[in-house]
Structure formats: structure tokens, C-alpha cells
């Protein structure tokens, strides 16, 4: 036998043994727990994001687990898979998950627009409820056509008229907004696109002009946008950034000579993470933000405390990024996740809960400043309060500024103009629903 | 001895012109599809349908489309996740805007538009070879991302530029659970295949390769160049674009023109680089290969490596194993898994008595 054969027969044998191995190893389950799958990412531009949120919310499900022992004595278990924010991998990790533990998946939380657009259609045919923070599609927003859908806290578009009161106020009264310039650079994906119209529709209200940039996925290159950004000097950029696109939007900004007190960002652009790359040329960068970051919160205590210490690691791997905009995203993750069982489990009694239960404990979450401080999230959080007919619950977004080391928050709470956002939700879930042939339910029976 | 051919003969010009001479052969295709028909759709599940086996049927089907253009006809694309593209939207924009449009003359009709935008685009191979014609097809692909993006119109003004397609009906019967989306994939697929295996044995399949292997002699020769070309381009444009129908309808549901984008076209012709260019066969197992082997890397990994690693370098380690086993196999077997199983029926043929 020569030697390639020799390779190719050790080779054979090596994927057979891991074969085998792996479909030996399934895990035993044990009964009094819910499983809550996580659909990370970890490598890719995006793995920033991935890694920082996805880190939270696991260590807060962790420090549920150690300090009060799971949620009214069931545990939390969780299981990982990459999804590389990509959405045929998401899908693939959905179905993976979804009949893991004893009731099944709980809920997923996929931390990508695409792979939650995508999933939309399997997880209502599963009976099992999608949270989507900050992010996916908007119109969902609208619990009577899509009821396994929770864009919690706020969506894209009540988010955009929050900024563009903030850019109002900023200007000395909506008033003012009338002939002003603004250009919105948008990451040219799904999640980009999402605010165009709504844009467009304020940009008539108001009396502004707006220009639409695209930037390619994944945006490591904007010289030519951010010229004809310079050629139209415009009032404000609205940078709708994710990931890498951020600190070269912010580096090309500084190139080109563009003020970035001029520029605000989403919130997706608003982490430590997107703006230190960028060095001295993120300074005075602005981003909305739902929730801030620091550490002095009772809830991150504790999860120093209980998940950090005596010789245990969390899942941060960098504790330095503990705090920080994402791992609090993650945080915010956890709490909404674990309060939506807690909820389902008053009504449903405190066993593991299947994905149809806790839809209904999501569609009832009530957080007020009561359980806030409770949960020890006051300042973290803002008070949700979830419905049939308002699957986003919150919709109030603060304003930040980076001062070169870190974000300091420059406005309170800023509430988003429903009457703006509201119409346009229910005209496109309704040209959803008509287009998949669903009955949007009755809310006045649920 | 397995494979020995010694006894079958062929009496006929018809037996020897069958499209798997070998008996084993059509043993073995007959087993499989008789697996993949009748077997699978009973002892499968959601995961296995929904999951595993339709993207990789449809991907498997965009590979075979590239081998056509690359493999059989020799000219090198990196277009083919454009062609994916134009498949999926024009299914999506047939279904919407034609009543009562039956969903598999969309399928159809939307490989032919994707054909048609082929053939446009294959013009430029009559004058530029090799590398270059790869850099001219890479228009195809930034122009279709850009036309998708930047026209309401083929997305139906959709907000997010995302489609979703509509429900699959044919003759009343919905598919809506991952089995019976399956079973349309493979018959599709099945179809399609063996309708290439069809088409390069024939006369235009060895014209094709004729240019492949040199192309002013084939023209001495008296194949006609413009058509022979073009053809490949269309044919290949073709099953990409049903394939891309596919995985709007079948496996997504929903699609943004970034689900086609330059990452999916490498996708697919790394996947006949490492299956074997110039292969049915290898178009098969190269899909098998790519879309199959990270998902069972990550399954690995979760199951053996030490539940305290952390998940991020088990991430990472799943891209560096599954960019080791490509080098590995390409300095095996330049020639891809498809050679790897000629060879192996080869002694296969001898066993057990080597010489």
C-alpha cells in the first residue's frame, strides 16, 4: 500500500471514531428544567456583537442558576450553536435546537434581523416564540398578526422618530427641522433598509430632505460615501451601522473632514466596541441607545459576585468587556427572557413550560419600576409592558455621547412618536397577513 | 471483483449508449434514489429535512449548474450566486404578479429568466478566457446584488428589500411540512440531474468539452463557438436559477439579494473544486462536503471537546479543522472526491486479486 492510502485509511478512521463519538454522546436530560437554546455567533465581522450579548445572557441565566437555584426551582439549561450571523447556518441551528430539553426549545433570540425574518414562518408553525431586541422585522410589533414575534423594548422605527426628536431638540424644536439636510448611511442589508420609509414619511412631515447611502455589507470600505457625503454637506448623518461599518464609517468621517458631533448613530453602532477601534476620530460621536452601560447596576453585581468568583469563569472570555454596551445588552437579555417564564409560570404553575406558555407569559411580561428594582436593573431597564396588540412594550430610547474613553449618557428617556409609527406597523402587518392569508386575532378575546 | 464489468455485453447501440453503462452502476443510482424517495421521507425528521437534506439538494443543484459552465464547457464563472438570485426573485415576482400561476412553470419560467440573463453575461467568453472571464462574470454578480437592492419593484417595494415567498401549491396539495418540501426538492433536483448526466454524454456535452480542452481546435474542428459557449451559459444560468427558487421557496422562505451575495458564489465553486470539476457525481458530494461537514464539525464539537473550552475557541477550531480537511483533500487528490471514487472503483475492480 502506498503512502497516500495510508493517510486516506487513517483519515476514514479518525471521522469514523468522531462519528460514532458523536452520536453516542447524546446527554441525558434531567426533568425539572427549561432549555433555552442560543443561537451565538463568535467568528465573522460581527462576532463582537455575538460574543459581548450572548455573554450576558448567559451569565445571567448562570447566576439565576446559582443564586436562587433556577426560576422557582427549575433550571435554566442552555446549549450554544454558531450561527456565523449567517441565515442558512440560523436555520439550521434553529431546527437543531428546537427539540431540545423536556418541553422543547423556550424561546430563541437570534440577534440577527435576517435569521429572525427567516424563522418567523417556522417558529409560529412550532408554537415556539421568537424575541427579538432592538432588532427584526418592525411590523411585528403588531401581536394580532404575528404572535410568536416579541420585538422587544423598542423596534427600528420608533427608534427613528426618538432620534429624529432628539436631532429637534437639538436643533431648537421640530420646527426647525424645515429645509435641514440629512443623509442616512444605511448597511446595505435588511436591517439597513428597515428605516427608509419611515424616514422618508418624517422627512415630509417635517420639511427636511433626506439622501439614502448605501454601504455594502461589510462596510470596511466607504470612501466614496462618505465624498458625497462631504459634497452635500448635510446637517446630520444618520449612521445605521452594524459591526465593522461603524469604525471606518467613523475613521472616514474624520478623513474627509466630517464633524462627528453630527453624526448618530443607531444603537447597533452605539458600543464600546464600535467606537475604541476608531480611536480619537469616534470622539464626539453620538448613538441612541436603550440602555446604558457601566457596572454599578445591583444585577451585575451579582452576576460578579455569584457567576466571576471563586475560581469560576463565566462566559466572557475578556472580563474587561464586563459591563460593557453589548454584555449589558446581554443582560437585558436575560432578564426579559427569564421574566417572561417567571411570568408564564404564575399562571401555568412552576414546571418546565412549553414554548406556547411562555408566549403567553411574553405577551403579559409587565416589568414596572417596582420589579426594576427588584431585579436591580433600575437605570438599566426601562419599564416594558407587553400586550396582544403591542408586542414591543417600551419605545423609549436615552442619547449618548463618546468622550474618547467612554459613552456618557446626554439625554433621559426620549419617548417615540407612536402616532407616526403605529399606522405604519398595522398597514404593513396587514399587507403581511393578507399576502400569508393569516386572520390577525381578535385581542379583545385573548 | 466487486466492480468487474466482465460478462455484461452489449448487443445493441442503444445498450451501449445507456446512460449508466455499468450495471453496478445503475444498481447503485437505483438504490439511492430508491433510499432518497422511499426510505428517507419515513424514517427522517424536521432537523433532517428542514435542516440538512434540502439545503443541500438545492446547493447540490447550483454546484451541478457551475459544473456545466466550468467543469464541462471550461469557462470559469464566479456569477453563480447572481444567477441563484435572479431564480428566486423572478419565481417570487411570476407567483405574484401572473394569477393562478402554477408554482412549477414559475420554477420554469424563472430558470429561464435566469438563462436569459446567462447568456447576456456569457457574452464576453467568446473574447476572454480562464481568469479574466472569471473577473467579467464577478459583473454579473455585483450588477444583479445592485439591480435586486436598489429596485423596489422585484422585491414588491417591500421596506427591507426581503422577499417572502409564497405558499407552494400544485394541483391543491400544499407543502408545508419539511417532508413533502423535501420530496418536491428531490424530484426536482433528481430530474435535473439526470438530465445533465443526459445532456454532457451527448452530442452537446462533448462539444462542450471539446472547447474545454482546446478551444481553437474545436473550432477547426467545425463546432460552432458562439453557440457552444452560450449554451453552457444558459443551461448552467438555468439550474442556478431554479436552484435559487428553491431556496426562496422550499428551504427559507424568506430572502434578502444578500442571501446571493459573492461569499455564496465562492460557496459554490469551492464546492466543485473540492467534488471534483467536470462530475455529476462530484457536484454531489462537494455539497455534501461543504454545507454538511461544518454543520456536523460544530455538532462535534459541542459533543466532544470539554464542556468548560470556551464556545468561542470551539468556533474558531471548527473553521481552522474545516480549513485544514480542504487542504487536506486538495493535496490528496487535486482532482476532487470524485476522482477519489474512480480510483476507488477502480481497485475495486481488481479486488481482491491486485496485480
Not at chain 1, 412550532?126 to 432592538?134: L, R, T
Request: proline share 4%.
Amino acid at each position: 500500500m502506498n503512502r497516500d492510502g495510508v493517510i486516506r485509511k487513517s483519515f476514514v478512521v479518525l471521522v469514523m471514531a468522531a462519528a460514532a463519538l458523536a452520536a453516542m454522546a447524546a446527554p441525558a436530560l434531567a426533568q425539572n428544567e427549561q432549555f433555552i437554546p442560543m443561537t451565538s455567533y463568535r467568528i465573522g465581522p460581527y462576532a463582537a456583537g455575538g460574543t459581548g450579548t450572548f455573554g450576558g445572557f448567559i451569565d445571567y441565566i448562570d447566576m439565576l442558576n446559582r443564586r436562587d437555584g433556577g426560576i422557582n426551582g427549575v433550571k435554566l439549561t442552555w446549549e450554544e450553536c454558531e450561527t456565523e450571523y449567517k441565515n442558512d447556518r440560523g436555520v439550521e441551528c434553529y431546527e437543531r435546537l428546537k427539540k431540545k430539553g423536556p418541553t422543547g426549545a423556550t424561546v430563541f433570540n437570534f440577534l440577527s434581523t435576517g435569521i429572525t425574518y427567516a424563522c418567523i414562518e417556522r417558529a409560529t408553525a412550532d408554537k415556539i416564540p421568537i424575541v427579538s431586541i432592538g432588532y427584526g422585522r418592525t411590523d411585528a410589533s403588531d401581536g394580532r398578526v404575528f404572535p410568536y414575534v416579541f420585538p422587544l423594548i423598542t423596534n427600528y422605527w420608533s427608534q427613528n422618530t426618538a432620534k429624529i426628536k432628539f436631532l429637534g431638540m437639538k436643533s431648537g424644536g421640530m420646527d426647525k427641522l424645515k429645509g435641514k439636510k440629512i443623509v442616512n448611511l444605511y448597511h446595505g442589508s435588511a436591517y439597513g433598509k428597515e428605516t427608509i420609509p419611515i424616514l422618508d414619511l418624517q422627512a415630509k412631515k417635517y420639511g427636511f430632505t433626506v439622501t439614502h447611502i448605501e454601504v455594502a455589507h461589510p462596510g470596511t470600505e466607504q470612501e466614496s460615501q462618505w465624498l458625497q457625503i462631504r459634497q452635500l454637506k448635510p446637517d446630520w448623518v444618520i449612521l445605521r451601522g452594524w459591526g465593522v461599518m461603524n469604525p471606518v464609517a467613523l475613521k472616514t468621517a474624520a478623513k474627509v473632514g466630517y464633524p462627528r458631533d453630527h453624526i448618530v448613530g443607531v444603537w447597533w453602532s452605539g458600543a464600546e466596541e464600535d467606537v475604541i477601534p476608531a480611536g480619537d476620530a469616534a470622539k464626539g460621536f453620538i448613538s441612541a441607545a436603550f440602555h446604558p452601560s457601566g457596572t454599578n447596576f445591583p444585577v451585575l453585581q451579582d452576576v460578579k459576585k455569584y457567576v466571576y468568583s471563586g475560581g469560576h469563569k463565566g462566559n466572557l472570555e475578556d472580563f474587561s468587556r464586563f459591563g460593557l454596551m453589548y454584555y449589558n445588552r446581554g443582560i437585558i437579555h436575560g432578564i426579559l427572557n427569564t421574566e417572561a417564564i417567571r411570568t408564564a409560570q404564575a399562571k401555568f404553575g412552576n414546571k418546565p413550560l412549553t414554548g406556547e406558555q411562555v408566549r403567553w407569559g411574553l405577551e403579559n411580561l409587565n416589568i414596572d419600576e417596582k420589579r426594576l428594582k427588584e431585579l436591580g436593573a433600575v437605570g438599566l431597564l426601562q419599564p416594558i409592558k407587553v400586550s396582544c396588540m403591542d408586542h414591543e412594550g417600551g419605545g423609549a430610547v436615552k442619547f449618548q455621547q463618546w468622550d474618547g474613553k467612554q459613552w456618557k449618557l446626554i439625554t433621559d428617556w426620549i419617548k417615540s412618536d407612536q402616532s407616526i409609527v403605529r399606522p405604519l406597523i398595522e398597514e404593513s402587518a396587514a399587507a403581511y397577513a393578507k399576502e400569508k392569508g393569516i386572520t390577525p386575532r381578535d385581542c379583545s378575546k385573548e | 471483483m466487486i466492480y468487474r464489468e466482465a460478462g455484461q455485453f452489449k448487443t445493441s447501440y442503444a445498450a451501449d449508449q445507456r446512460l449508466f453503462p455499468i450495471r453496478q452502476d445503475r444498481i447503485v443510482v437505483a438504490a439511492m434514489l430508491a433510499i432518497a424517495f422511499l426510505v428517507l421521507p419515513f424514517i427522517g425528521n424536521d432537523y433532517w429535512f428542514g435542516a440538512i437534506l434540502i439545503p443541500f439538494l438545492i446547493l447540490s443543484l447550483a454546484a451541478l449548474g457551475l459544473n456545466i459552465l466550468t467543469g464541462y464547457a471550461g469557462q470559469l464563472s464566479l456569477g453563480s450566486a447572481a444567477f441563484m438570485a435572479i431564480g428566486a426573485f423572478a419565481a417570487f415576482n411570476l407567483m405574484l404578479r401572473v394569477p393562478g400561476m402554477p408554482l412549477l412553470a414559475a420554477f420554469f419560467l424563472a430558470g429561464l429568466a435566469s438563462a436569459a440573463v446567462g447568456l447576456v453575461f456569457g457574452l464576453p467568453s467568446l473574447r476572454i478566457k480562464g481568469f479574466y472571464l472569471a473577473v467579467t462574470t464577478l459583473a454579473a454578480q455585483f450588477f444583479t446584488e445592485w439591480a435586486l437592492t436598489t429596485f423596489g419593484w422585484f422585491s414588491n417595494h417591500n421596506p427591507s428589500g426581503v422577499i417572502s415567498a409564497q405558499k407552494m401549491v400544485i394541483l391543491g396539495y400544499r407543502f408545508e411540512t419539511p417532508a413533502s418540501r423535501y420530496l418536491l426538492t428531490l424530484c426536482l433536483v433528481a430530474v435535473l440531474a439526470l438530465a445533465a448526466k443526459n445532456l454532457v454524454r451527448g452530442r452537446i456535452g462533448r462539444a462542450w468539452m471539446a472547447v474545454r480542452d482546446m478551444d481553437v481546435a474545436a473550432e477547426v474542428i467545425g463546432i460552432p463557438m458562439l453557440k457552444t459557449k452560450l449554451l453552457a451559459f444558459a443551461v448552467s444560468s438555468f439550474y442556478c436559477g431554479v436552484a435559487g427558487a428553491l431556496w426562496a421557496f422550499a428551504y427559507l422562505g424568506s430572502v434578502e439579494p444578500q442571501a446571493f451575495d459573492l461569499n455564496r458564489s465562492f460557496q459554490i465553486l469551492f464546492m466543485i473544486i473540492i467534488g471534483g470539476v467536470g462530475s455529476v457525481l462530484g457536484s454531489f458530494l462537494g455539497a455534501a462536503f461543504i454545507v454538511l461537514l461544518p454543520i456536523f464539525l460544530n455538532v462535534a464539537a459541542h459533543r466532544l471537546l470539554p464542556a468548560n473550552l470556551s464556545s468561542s475557541l470551539a468556533s474558531n477550531l471548527e473553521i481552522v479543522v474545516f480549513g485544514v480537511l480542504i487542504v487536506f483533500f486538495l493535496v490528496v487528490e487535486p482532482h476532487g472526491l470524485a476522482r477519489l471514487w474512480q480510483i476507488a472503483k477502480e481497485k475495486l475492480r481488481l479486488w481482491p486479486f491486485p496485480h
